[in-house]
């Protein structure tokens, strides 16, 4: 009897061990894939000719197919279509469509697909910015350029000439009222980046320059600039005086997206070192004014994409992770579509995807 009972006793730890290994397992599986199984997609789907270059606004998205600009809506409809002949280059926004080709500028109207401008230039254009009340042209050379500001109705209010100088990136502010332009000074022994604003048909309102660390970004709160760089996050007044009490510690970290449509915008640091990394980004740093928040992602991430207290994540795995402020873990949720790039997220919610020609509108929960 005793040797009965000293069989039965590894039989009944070992059934014990099993349970409880299915247990463990079947919460592993409900941790990863338990959201995909209670969200219900809604995503709707286009074809469209070819895709030279696309970009995402607030209802949609504008796309070059090689010979005509054309603005599709969240439904996947196509609002408008522009031709605007081959080997143009285009930059829209909410405010509208700025397109050229060579020396040709061409204004469009976002919601009409209407042109209120279509001239030449004085010089090649090497890019253009729509804002709400201007339009900000930068003619080359790519050294030593001009930036002319206009009216949506092309009449020219004034320009900027930027002398000894490599433009970075420019845009515009303060409800398109002021101009800024980060510039690159690579004369001296190491390079540095400057950012200088204006008011459009009037003076230079401001400058900012770094001498301790090499600028990459733009960001605006309010009446301040935010200023990522290679070590510090500094925040600034228009005027370029630093606010040195909300100066923040970035070092190895990299500004991978950011939420340009809010006054007080998320933004997602990534270390540097997974940036671009095959792997994907997994390690998650949101900041936002006094947030300063880590979250680790379920999965690489090739994609980042920061809308309002969120920052979204895309796998080629096919999940979207999403990270939410305040909340100590990201979710996870499988995707019912296969896409091979990640073009951005709408105001109202809808995530564009493309595979191939093939250009996915998902919304996301």
């Not at 070059?64 to 080997?87: C, F, N, P, Q, R």
Request: net charge neutral; charged share 20%; with cysteine.
């Amino acid at each position: 009897m005793e040797r009965k009972r000293d069989q039965g006793i590894p039989g009944a730890i070992a059934l014990l061990i099993v349970i409880f290994t299915l247990v463990i397992a079947l919460i592993g599986s409900r941790i990863i894939t338990g959201a995909t199984r209670k969200s219900v997609y809604d995503y709707k789907s286009i074809e469209i000719p070819a895709n030279q270059r696309l970009e995402v606004v607030d209802d949609g998205f504008i796309y070059y197919d090689g010979a005509s600009i054309a603005s599709v809506t969240t439904e996947a409809k196509v609002k408008w279509s522009y031709l605007i002949g081959k080997d143009a280059d285009f930059h829209a926004t909410d405010n509208g469509v700025a397109a050229w080709t060579g020396e040709k500028l061409t204004l469009i109207d976002g919601q009409t697909g209407t042109s209120s401008f279509s001239s030449g230039m004085d010089a090649q254009v090497l890019s253009a910015r729509i804002g709400e009340r201007y339009t900000a042209v930068l003619l080359g050379p790519e050294h030593d350029s001009t930036i002319v500001l206009m009216e949506k109705g092309g009449r020219k209010v004034n320009s900027i000439t930027l002398t000894s100088q490599t433009v970075i990136d420019y845009g515009f502010f303060s409800k398109g009222s002021l101009l800024w332009v980060m510039t690159l000074d690579s004369s001296g022994t190491a390079p540095s980046c400057t950012i200088n604003t204006y008011r459009p048909g009037k003076e230079r309102v401001g400058m900012i320059h770094d001498n301790e660390q090499l600028m990459y970004g733009v960001v605006f709160q309010s009446s301040y600039f935010c200023c990522p760089g290679d070590t510090y996050l500094k925040v600034y007044d228009y005027t370029g005086n630093e606010d040195k009490s909300r100066r923040r510690l970035v070092y190895g970290w990299y500004m991978a997206a950011l939420d340009d449509a809010m006054d007080d915008p998320m933004m997602a640091f990534v270390p540097s070192n997974q940036y671009d990394s095959s792997d994907g980004m997994r390690d998650l740093r949101m900041i936002r004014a006094s947030l300063d928040q880590q979250v680790r992602m379920p999965f690489g991430c090739q994609s980042l994409i920061a809308r309002n207290d969120r920052v979204y994540g895309f796998s080629t795995a096919g999940y979207v992770c999403i990270a939410e402020q305040g909340k100590l873990s990201a979710s996870a949720y499988r995707l019912p579509m296969a896409f091979d790039r990640v073009y951005g997220v709408t105001d109202n919610g809808y995530a564009v995807l493309g595979n191939g020609r093939t250009i996915h509108l998902l919304k996301l929960t």
